[in-house]
């Protein structure tokens, strides 16, 4: 039986990997790559730069929700982000597969945990 410590620690971690997700697009190299990445999908100029903010608004909201919200629907939710962002992912840089720091890989561990949390919080 998971202890309350061990869930709390599971929504910090899973808060700071979105918040991380969302403040990283503000370092000049990484806005720089993401641009260029969403530009081989097709999203240029003011349309880039819109997805990518709506992208980190909801990445914040996401890990507001996984520390604030104690609520099974929130982790679902999440879940369903991470399976987005997995299958835009997959196919347009289907190669991250098989990225030696195993970039989509993480998605199945992050996936699980998620599934886990939503089944052992308030279900509303």
Not at 17 to 22: L, Y
Not at 28 to 43: C, D, F, I, N, T
Not at 80 to 106: E, M, N, R
Request: charged share 10%; hydrophobic share 60%.
């Amino acid at each position: 039986m998971v202890t309350n410590n061990a869930k709390g620690a599971v929504r910090f971690a899973i808060a700071l990997m979105w918040w991380i997700s969302a403040l990283l697009p503000l370092i000049p190299s990484v806005h720089q790559r993401a641009m260029h990445e969403l530009s081989l999908v097709g999203l240029t100029g003011a349309l880039a730069l819109a997805f990518m903010g709506i992208a980190m608004l909801l990445d914040i909201a996401c890990g507001v929700g996984a520390l604030c919200l104690h609520h099974s629907w929130v982790w679902w939710v999440q879940m369903l982000v991470v399976v987005v962002y997995t299958v835009i992912l997959s196919v347009s840089h289907a190669q991250l597969w098989l990225d030696p720091f195993g970039a989509l890989l993480k998605n199945i561990p992050i996936i699980a945990l998620m599934i886990y949390m939503a089944r052992t919080e308030r279900r509303t």
